[in-house]
């Protein structure tokens, strides 16, 4: 019979030793913290879909790549604007400016063993040419084709190797574009013995490893661990670490938790609440970084409304930059009004735009819009965009611009979006690689506006036809004189803030949390140089 | 007669493959044409934001997009009814090995789970049933109805932060501690049986400490709607006329209520554990995010909102396998708790 009929006092006994039990029972094995010799990061990396270099084009699988392949080249993290040789130990521009000679540092390994050569590097050019996945373009954009990339590549000798563009680019221009993962170079011998069908050992790399990076690729279990070693053949500085280990939490409550628990040593995808809340702990830290990541709300110019340009200054007034700055990107973002993240050659900091209802309203007016109109907008269900569209709502009302917001997921509004088939939307664009022109010839380049067009730059998606912006970027990045480029783009810029359809709002600041023992972690401008070799645990 | 009875036999187990085969259909075409219905395109998943139209065309291509839907169904049908389920898009493996993955993390949970909520969803309704209208009675319909109404999101973040973060008596999200990575070699990929075949006991009480917080959620969701049921079942019972007859008889009240009128709410119960379990084996996402838990509800939901199809239809073939299953149990057990249903 259950116990309803035992006197009080006893039951008080049975309820303080079942409490008893079950605290025994559930007693904690001994709380360890993270292994000594391990960095654990806790991140949200449910965006991986490959690991190999010709294909990657995520943010998580980016930095994973910084870490693992080497390429020619590097820019320096504490200085973006100076390059520095990776395997390449010099490298020489010919007069013409359309051929590039590097020379390798001698003795290089990959992290199997083989021996790397120029021969490895030219093939894997050659290899994301001809691969062709999204971010071949990289390279394909100064000239090289499948065709005739096995010609423009080319080792010349065990340590030296040309690379031959089509025009005279802006020798930056160039070597920027080597510093991105899409360069990477990987093991010729180990990645052509997995090779099935003639596919140049894709269906092997995209989910394994061949590379001589600080760092070799052990694991990558989908949404669930990733997990790097220390590579003992790497040419430059060893890891100080042994392994890193990633582990996907998606949700910033439990990447607080688990930090806070010493669960993990690192956290990479906290909320502003959540980072407001760490303030408090004094067992953790906080590191943040300017991205190359800018945030923007553009307009169709398919909508008859939208393509008037005094609806287009309009709506820029109409936008509360600094509310913005100070509450919904506080710590996690700056006000940026220009295309081109800070960092960048020819970055400008000019911000003419604030909330001003009474000339927003003048220029409707005389757009023919007294009363405003109504608009709808494509909006992601995540933060800060949902929490700035709805800022955006708030105060183009005043004005008399009715805002309907459709939320929806990032696939849904990115097809509708790349289709062109929304009003708004609501987006933001990272530097593809670390060169001005990866933002001005998406912002300020659309050589062809019609709608079976080849390329479909952001500018196209909202259909602002530009032809005397398109010939000036495409000057911009031809020219050789540093200075002089710079003071083009500066002038794109400005010419950009008066007249397109693009309200751009933020910067991105990255933001990671770490414990207190954790030293030597600087978040990378872009998500590539975000590098752990020299992370130390006290 | 012998013959003949072969006959029904193979006839009635020929009905039942029919069946089987026809809800599977079924249940794939749904799948399949509410995936296409999502105005997302699956080629958009692969080549991401930045990709050339080029790639984008030739990507949807390779993935046969470009061909009409029932032709696209067709292909995938005959393709699976090969074994072959494709590849998913995100994680780039077959299927069938994700799902060799994520299946045993979600079937150690929901087993965990049912138990506790079978094991103690049944005693509370029955003493609910029992002291109707008391103490009892109001103690187990509160915590049904906390159950019921609670969100469990809310309830998981905050059983982390009590159990875990303060007191430390549970490990924290995913499976096992990074430490004990690579220390149990993967055999059931059920980690509590994998740890205790190769001996590994301190790896076995990590994941333990690991698998009781969000089981014991899922027990007790699952424990108020099994109470509840049991509860009416029982007062149906212990409302019939034989029990009345068993009173008179002078049977004591614990037979009574164990013995005779348990035995015959049984029947029905049955069904609405099996159907419990059903559901837990369908991978609870909000749990399994919450927890990080690597199961095969996160991996469906992930794949939808990525239009991943293959990998979406894969996971549905192993729900719609899970409720057919578990419905014959119940038949099964039905038969064997129920004489008038056996055949004479």
């Known amino acids: 019979m259950l116990p309803t009929s035992l006197p009080t006092l006893s039951r008080r006994v049975l309820a303080l030793a079942a409490l008893a039990a079950l605290t025994a029972l559930t007693a904690p094995a001994s709380h360890a913290a993270t292994p000594k010799d391990t960095l654990v990061v806790a991140l949200a990396f449910d965006d991986i879909i490959s690991l190999d270099p010709a294909e990657v084009f995520e943010i998580s699988a980016g930095e994973l790549m910084g870490n693992a392949y080497d390429r020619l080249v590097r820019f320096d993290v504490a200085d973006p604007s100076r390059l520095m040789g990776d395997v390449a130990k010099g490298w020489t521009v010919s007069a013409d400016g359309k051929s590039f000679s590097f020379e390798l540092k001698p003795g290089l390994k990959f992290a199997s063993g083989n021996p790397l050569t120029a021969e490895d590097v030219a093939w894997s050019l050659q290899r994301s040419v001809l691969i062709d996945k999204s971010p071949a373009f990289i390279l394909t954009q100064f000239g090289l084709t499948k065709d005739n990339v096995k010609e423009k590549v080319k080792a010349t000798g065990a340590l030296t190797l040309t690379l031959e563009t089509d025009k005279a680019y802006a020798p930056s221009f160039v070597l920027n574009c080597l510093t991105a993962n899409v360069a990477a170079i990987v093991d010729k011998k180990l990645v052509l013995s997995k090779e099935a069908n003639g596919d140049l050992g894709y269906g092997w790399l995209k989910t394994n490893y061949a590379g001589s990076g600080a760092w070799k690729i052990r694991e990558w279990r989908a949404n669930e661990l990733v997990v790097l070693e220390r590579n003992n053949n790497y040419h430059g500085a060893k890891a100080k670490l042994a392994r890193v280990m990633f582990r996907h939490f998606k949700e910033s409550a439990t990447q607080r938790l688990t930090l806070e628990k010493g669960d993990v040593d690192v956290a990479r995808n906290l909320t502003p609440q959540d980072l407001a809340a760490l303030g408090a702990n004094k067992d953790v830290k906080v590191t943040a970084t300017p991205k190359g990541t800018v945030y923007y709300i553009s307009l169709n110019q398919k909508n008859p409304n939208l393509a008037k340009p005094e609806v287009r200054e309009a709506m820029k007034w109409l936008v509360d930059y600094a509310g913005i700055g100070e509450t919904l990107i506080k710590n996690i973002g700056v006000v940026n009004q220009n295309f081109l993240p800070q960092g960048l050659l020819g970055a400008s900091k000019e911000s003419p735009y604030k909330l001003d209802v009474a000339k927003a309203k003048a220029l409707l007016a005389k757009a023919g819009l007294p009363n405003g109109f109504k608009v709808t907008m494509d909006v992601r269900t995540v933060q800060p965009v949902s929490g700035i569209a709805e800022a955006f709502q708030q105060t183009a009302k005043r004005a008399g611009v009715e805002i309907e917001i459709l939320p929806g997921d990032g696939k849904q509004t990115l097809t509708k979006y790349r289709a062109r088939t929304h009003d708004m939307y609501i987006g933001q664009w990272g530097a593809d690689y670390w060169d001005p022109h990866t933002n001005a010839d998406t912002f300020a380049r659309n050589p062809d506006n019609a709608d079976d067009a080849k390329s479909k730059p952001l500018a196209w998606r909202n259909a602002w036809a530009i032809p005397e912006l398109t010939k000036k970027a495409d000057a911009a990045v031809l020219e050789r004189d540093a200075k002089k480029r710079a003071a083009m783009y500066t002038e794109i810029q400005a010419e950009f803030r008066k007249t397109s359809p693009f309200l751009m709002i933020f910067q991105q600041t990255e933001v990671a949390a770490l414990r207190g023992n954790v030293e030597g972690l600087k978040l990378g401008p872009t998500s590539d140089t975000t590098y752990y070799a020299g992370v130390i645990k006290k | ?344």
């Open chain 2, 1 to 344: 007669m012998n013959l003949g009875r072969a006959g029904s036999t193979a006839k009635a187990a020929g009905r039942l493959l029919a069946t089987v085969a026809l809800t599977y259909l079924g249940l794939l075409a749904v799948t399949f044409f509410i995936g296409r219905v999502i105005p997302v395109d699956p080629a958009l998943a692969i080549v991401g934001d930045r990709a050339p139209e080029h790639v984008l065309q030739r990507v949807r291509e390779e993935m046969g997009l470009n061909k009409p839907v029932w032709q696209q169904f067709a292909l995938y049908v005959g393709k699976a009814a090969q074994g072959d389920f494709g590849t998913s898009v995100l994680t780039r493996n077959p299927v069938w090995q994700d799902i060799a993955k994520t299946f045993p993390a979600t079937l150690e949970l929901a087993t965990c789970g049912i138990l506790i909520g079978a094991g103690l969803g049944v005693p509370l309704g029955v003493w609910a049933a029992v002291r109707r209208g008391g103490v009892a009675d109001q103690v187990v319909r509160v915590m049904a109805l906390v159950g019921y109404s609670v969100p469990i999101f809310w309830l998981g973040l905050m059983g982390l932060l009590v159990f875990y973060a303060k007191l430390g008596w549970v490990g924290g999200p995913g499976r096992i501690d990074v430490a004990f990575e690579y220390s149990v070699p993967t055999v059931s990929g059920l980690l509590l049986l994998d740890a205790a075949l190769a001996g590994e006991w301190e790896a076995w009480g990590n994941a333990f400490s690991h698998l009781a917080l969000p089981a014991a959620l899922l027990g007790y969701f699952s424990m108020a709607y099994i109470s509840r049921m049991t509860r009416s079942f029982m007062l149906n019972e212990l409302a019939a006329e034989y029990i009345v007859a068993a009173r008179a008889k002078g049977l004591s009240e614990a037979r009574i209520i164990w013995r005779h009128a348990l035995r015959n709410a049984m029947v029905p119960l049955v069904t609405v554990i099996a159907l419990s379990y059903a559901g837990l084996l369908e991978g609870s996402v909000l749990t399994e995010t919450v927890f990080a838990w690597p199961g095969l509800g996160l991996y469906i939901t992930n794949s939808l909102q990525n239009a991943d199809m293959n990998a979406v239809l894969g996971g549905t073939i192993v729900v719609g396998t899970v409720f057919i299953g578990l419905n014959l149990l119940s038949d099964v057990l039905y038969r064997l708790l129920d004489p008038r249903t056996r055949a004479r």
